[in-house]
């Protein structure tokens, strides 16, 4: 399994824009685009839920209907790096962010988190007036 260390979140105004990062490490051998990453969101008192993933080895991108439009989410295989560019963020929009990974699960990505078996930590964002 992956490592994975999510950052870029923090607390920004209704409008605003951030891009979090998810490096991950420990490959054992494969490459970055042998794994699906997905981007996921628990919101305080809610279940995580999936927001964007990209899919191995194409790097198809998948949204969540709340998202598409406003989020992108791409990777650099270079830095073995994943980015969410989260743009006109709202308060909704807060909660603590996730990636997670899965080996060669290939075809388009799911945004179900049950599929993932790699998770970071997580890194809060915070939308607020």
């Known amino acids: 399994q992956l490592q994975l260390v999510e950052s870029g979140g923090g607390l920004v105004q209704p409008g605003e824009s951030l891009r979090l990062s998810c490096a991950a490490s420990g490959f054992s051998g494969f490459t970055l685009d042998d794994y699906a990453i997905g981007w996921f969101r628990q919101a305080p008192g809610k279940e995580r839920e999936g927001v964007s993933c990209?899919?191995?080895?194409?790097?198809?991108?998948n949204y969540a209907g709340s998202w598409e439009g406003r989020f992108i989410m791409h990777r650099d295989l270079a830095k073995n790096t994943v980015y969410l560019q989260m743009n006109n963020l709202q308060p909704e929009d807060t909660g603590v962010y996730y990636c997670?990974?899965?080996?060669?699960?290939?075809?388009?990505?799911?945004?179900?988190?049950?599929?993932?078996?790699?998770w970071g930590q997580g890194t809060q964002v915070t939308v607020s007036s």
């Open positions: 990209i899919s191995a080895p194409s790097g198809h991108t």
């Open positions: 997670a990974t899965r080996l060669r699960l290939f075809g388009l990505c799911p945004l179900l988190q049950e599929h993932y078996n790699s």
